[in-house]
């Protein structure tokens, strides 16, 4: 069933019937008859008159065939390579994956921001690589998938393994990319091409590709729910259960120790916190250090690592995911990211004034648009209810300018404002590190986010929290009925984030953004592997027509750190 007709169409010039055929039709024969135009342009004119002299004769024309096609979506609302999130899927009509139903994120687990009275949590389909689950991977009881939201004893007694496994198995969590509004996480989608190769060259042992809500479906935090159930799936599954260990809700007893003298680890139950109890206990940093430890035990006792995987829009939602994890404390974090080409400023669509938009740079070398009326219609409509200052939230807009100035000040704000992949030296990396975190003097009262600060009370990064209480429809403090801009535990921006594979290319439109993403993470310590690609476009592992050699390449960088994990 196709969705329903979003709002934002209204809008767009060409969104209704018959026009929106016939512009669709006319626009794909044009396009088909400018391919040969350009295959007779690019043969015969010299290399340097190429986008990038670099550039074969079929990377020219999948640009340019590429950037015709996506303002499509511009002008008429059309998606592709969508599913509906609820149907199911026939094993037998897939190749190189299973279909699995995660259950919904357990309640015990709601806390932050995705918990939203008009936005249901819901069971989430995903399409888990490779076809036949691995020896290795635990089963669940008639070989059905484990539920994150089995009970557990009603004491603070708890089921813990001692032993290590003989081998841990890789677990890769991927959202696929599209805007929040194109592809799916079937196998046959052009993103799914990563997957089956990170499969391919057996850099994982499984990876679940989530088949989360896209905007038509849904507004945000939909998609962060869909991830953190799959999330609390995977850790549920991976759990180690064998030895008996008492612990508390404030702390874990001292490490005991068994007959021969070894230490006894103490894990918690991640997965039976009382929200509200960790909010009331999360207010200053020795609870937060207390936190901090508590996890590092967690994480030692899962009988996995875990990356989450992630290209462009799906990178957006591996970043608020890992935010959320370490931001409500709740479930153990991920071993890693892999960002490819990641999303990290939507906000960008929403200028101060329309005088004080800034063109995205390579607009002639890479496919993606960058109209901001378009983009600023499909943000709203991603929004959904929220209010507008929700874009400029760390969980959805985490390099943009506001939020950089806000965690770190306006010299680090500015020192990243232009900054690019060929100015990203050691030097530069030296500098960003040991920059002041925030203005070492008092900040004045700034409303950002629809709260204000009153002057002389903030020497450091503002935060702007609401009341401690809940709102009457049962949202925490951190939801976005009332977006903050800060972490509830006073956090930096990426303090305590894992570490991270970035893989970016000179010649796209984010190079600009996600540069800055990258200077934010080393800022706060974040272990941060850069792979920049020369004269590569946005997403480049997920085009049809590339390079093959350039590609091998990232492969071979990518497959390598994650080898060293």
Not at 320 to 325: C, E, G, H, V
Not at 521 to 548: I, K, N, S, Y
Request: net charge negative; charged share 25%.
């Amino acid at each position: 069933m196709a969705p329903p007709k979003q709002a934002y169409q209204d809008d767009m010039p060409y969104a209704r019937e018959p026009l929106k055929s016939l512009y669709v039709a006319q626009r794909l024969f044009t396009t088909l008859i400018l391919g040969i135009w350009w295959a007779a342009y690019y043969g015969v004119m010299p290399r340097s008159r190429r986008p990038r002299p670099s550039w074969s004769i079929k990377c020219c024309i999948s640009v340019n065939f590429t950037r015709r096609v996506y303002r499509v979506t511009e002008l008429a609302g059309v998606t592709w390579g969508v599913r509906d999130p609820d149907a199911p899927c026939s094993n037998r009509s897939l190749k190189h994956t299973r279909f699995e139903w995660v259950d919904p994120l357990p309640e015990r687990l709601r806390s932050g921001v995705i918990v939203d009275s008009q936005v249901p949590f819901k069971r989430v389909g995903c399409f888990v690589w490779p076809k036949e689950r691995p020896k290795i991977i635990p089963s669940c009881p008639d070989d059905e998938p484990c539920s994150p939201a089995a009970e557990t004893s009603s004491d603070d007694t708890l089921n813990v393994d001692i032993e290590s496994a003989a081998e841990e198995p890789v677990i890769g969590i991927f959202m696929h990319g599209g805007g929040y509004c194109h592809m799916s996480a079937h196998e046959n989608s052009s993103t799914s091409k990563i997957p089956a190769r990170l499969m391919k060259d057996k850099a994982f042992t499984e990876i679940h590709a989530v088949e989360y809500r896209l905007l038509q479906h849904a507004p945000f935090p939909a998609a962060v729910q869909d991830a953190a159930a799959v999330y609390a799936h995977i850790v549920q599954r991976h759990q180690r259960h064998a030895t008996k260990v008492t612990v508390t809700h404030d702390k874990a007893k001292p490490a005991e120790e068994d007959e021969s003298g070894k230490a006894i680890k103490v894990l918690s139950d991640y997965l039976t916190v009382n929200a509200t109890d960790y909010q009331e206990r999360s207010k200053n940093k020795r609870e937060n250090d207390e936190i901090h430890a508590r996890v590092a035990v967690e994480t030692a006792n899962l009988g996995c690592k875990i990356v989450l995987i992630g290209d462009s829009a799906g990178g957006n939602l591996v970043l608020a995911l890992a935010r959320w994890i370490r931001d409500e404390g709740l479930l153990p974090p991920p071993h890693a990211l892999l960002l490819l080409s990641p999303s990290c400023d939507p906000s960008h669509a929403f200028p101060e004034t329309p005088s004080s938009y800034l063109p995205r740079p390579h607009a002639n070398t890479d496919y993606l648009v960058d109209t901001p009326e378009p983009r600023a219609l499909l943000q709203r409509t991603f929004l959904g209810h929220n209010p507008l200052e929700t874009m400029h939230s760390p969980y959805v807009s985490p390099a943009s300018m506001r939020v950089l100035t806000a965690f770190y000040g306006d010299a680090f704000a500015a020192s990243v404002a232009d900054l690019t992949i060929a100015q990203m030296d050691t030097h530069t990396r030296r500098f960003l590190r040991t920059m002041d975190s925030a203005p070492a003097t008092p900040v004045p009262a700034t409303p950002v986010l629809g709260f204000s600060v009153p002057a002389g009370l903030v020497t450091g990064p503002p935060t702007f929290a609401s009341s401690a209480a809940s709102t009457s429809d049962g949202r925490s403090p951190t939801s976005l009925q009332r977006p903050v801009i800060a972490s509830p535990r006073g956090l930096s921006l990426f303090s305590e984030f894992p570490r991270a594979c970035v893989v970016l290319g000179d010649a796209e439109r984010l190079e600009r953004e996600v540069t800055k993403l990258v200077g934010a993470m080393e800022r706060d310590g974040v272990g941060v592997h850069t792979v920049w690609v020369p004269d590569a476009p946005h997403d480049v592992l997920m085009m049809g027509w590339w390079d093959e050699r350039v590609r091998d390449t990232v492969w071979g960088e990518i497959e390598d750190w994650v080898l060293k994990l």
